[in-house]
């Protein structure tokens, strides 16, 4: 599985810092790749709407998160903010930003 | 009558001036001097009526009627959690609480609420006097700050690259000029309509600091974000109005991205269409302005632009030419047509490149 997580805007938005990064499942230790595989499975994440986040038309210098998740042959892309009502979500993206400080 | 001592609500007089004129032209003596007595007063109290009708609608009720120009701060300490709004760690009126970015948001929310309102009239964010919220320790080592559509979030930093979030005025009053503009222009947050929401952001940030610090446009740095980096980072502000694209050119971050002219407009899809970006031009437009004018930025460029904000020409989906015409039309109403203001606005919207044109009157 290949995992592609992007952030973008913000107040201090800034391209350098937001360059997109991957990892794959297959290189990954066992006990991660299990981890990560039990998150997806809570977030429904191919079944998510492509755009995730609680915040009004008004909102402004949030951070976006784009997660595109390629699964054997499935591929999907979500963007997020930090302002979820979406507990399973809020821990993938967690463990993702973990993951790919 | 007002003539009692115990009267209630002596300004309300029951009878009407009319009425004591004919009195004290038709009645008997004692009569006729009584009328003229209370006509006399009368004239005062209305006077004084007239002197306490505020200039504008009070606030609306339902939030408790809060007097005009009064603030009414909350601030809020997440907890390095994500759940907003986080416990009140401090509320209106109380002291100091301790903690470094609840006090610095509770100062900072109070000038850009001074701001707006000794500058421009207006009562809070909506200009009915809403209150100001502001959450504080968002998530872990955070670098954002962001207006939520109703408060202010702020995160501490990573300490490695920037500071807390809280540090710089003008990110409070940034922040705080977002609600302000989705209480008028409701600019949408894409593309060039959102690179003018965040110059507009960015502007008015910029204005409270220079308020705060009585600073003439010369005098100004016309930074955003200075003291946000840390010493670590090669770099003064995190965005230039004077000098897009200088504010930074670090290792780390990069060479700060914005363009000061619309031949360096930058097309992409990133950060909602660049809104972190293009908002250079518009940024410098104002600076430009503002410097051509000399003295306070605040009085008459951003008087200008304030007006503009708040003129029904502005859609949501507003560009850069579309918002310069409505700053030009506004300079002319408020200063007339062949006003040094008028002549500002169009040189500096020129000189970076959004193309309005003004007929001058005849000569």
């Not at chain 2, 005062?44 to 609306?60: F, G, N, Y």
């Not at chain 2, 897009?244 to 780390?252: E, H, K, Q, R, S």
Request: proline letters at 6%.
């Amino acid at each position: 599985m290949h995992i592609e997580l992007k952030t973008e805007g913000g107040f201090a938005a800034i391209p350098a810092l937001n360059k997109s990064r991957t990892i794959n499942t297959e290189d990954l230790p066992e006990h991660e790749a299990v981890e990560l595989k039990q998150l997806l499975n809570t977030t429904h994440f191919f079944a998510l709407p492509k755009r995730v986040s609680k915040l009004p038309p008004g909102a402004a210098d949030y951070r976006q998160y784009k997660i595109t998740i390629e699964d054997k042959g499935k591929k999907h892309t979500v963007y997020l903010t930090d302002v979820l009502d979406n507990p399973p979500l809020r821990r993938l993206l967690d463990f993702l930003k973990a993951k790919m400080a | 009558m007002c003539q009692r001592i115990y009267h209630r609500h002596p300004i309300f007089c029951i009878l009407p001036p009319y009425i004591l004129s004919k009195i004290s032209q038709n009645g008997t003596p004692e009569q006729r001097a009584d009328a003229l007595k209370t006509l006399a007063t009368d004239s005062t109290m209305r006077a004084l009526r007239l002197a306490q009708i505020p200039a504008r609608l009070p606030s609306v009720p339902s939030r408790g009627i809060p007097m005009e120009g009064n603030k009414q701060r909350t601030i809020f300490d997440v907890q390095n959690t994500f759940d907003l709004p986080g416990d009140i760690i401090r509320k209106e009126g109380e002291p100091l609480c301790g903690d470094p970015a609840a006090d610095e948001a509770y100062e900072a929310l109070g000038r850009t609420f001074d701001f707006y309102w000794q500058v421009y009239e207006r009562n809070s964010i909506d200009d009915e006097g809403i209150p100001l919220r502001a959450s504080v320790h968002f998530g872990k080592n955070y670098n954002n700050a962001f207006w939520d559509g109703l408060a202010m979030v702020f995160g501490d930093g990573d300490g490695d690259l920037f500071n807390r979030f809280t540090i710089s005025l003008d990110v409070i009053g940034h922040e705080l000029t977002h609600g302000v503009i989705g209480d008028e222009a409701r600019l949408q947050y894409f593309y060039q309509s959102g690179a003018l929401n965040e110059s507009i952001a960015d502007i008015f940030g910029s204005l409270v600091k220079q308020y705060s610090l009585k600073q003439s446009a010369e005098e100004a740095d016309w930074l955003i974000g200075a003291g946000l980096f840390t010493a670590k980072i090669n770099g003064v502000a995190l965005r230039s109005l004077n000098a897009p694209g200088t504010a930074f050119d670090d290792p780390l971050l990069g060479k700060d991205p914005q363009p000061a002219h619309m031949k360096n407009f930058v097309r992409t899809f990133e950060d909602n269409g660049g809104v972190h970006i293009n908002s250079g031009i518009p940024n410098h437009a104002f600076y430009l302005a503002a410097t051509y004018l000399g003295g306070y930025a605040w009085e008459k460029a951003g008087r200008i632009w304030y007006e503009a904000l708040r003129d029904r020409q502005v859609r949501s989906n507003s560009g850069f030419l579309r918002f310069a015409k409505i700053t030009l039309r506004n300079a002319m109403r408020l200063y007339g047509s062949s006003s040094v203001e008028v002549k500002a606005v169009g040189e500096a919207w020129r000189e970076v490149g959004v193309k309005i044109s003004y007929l001058l009157p005849p000569a």
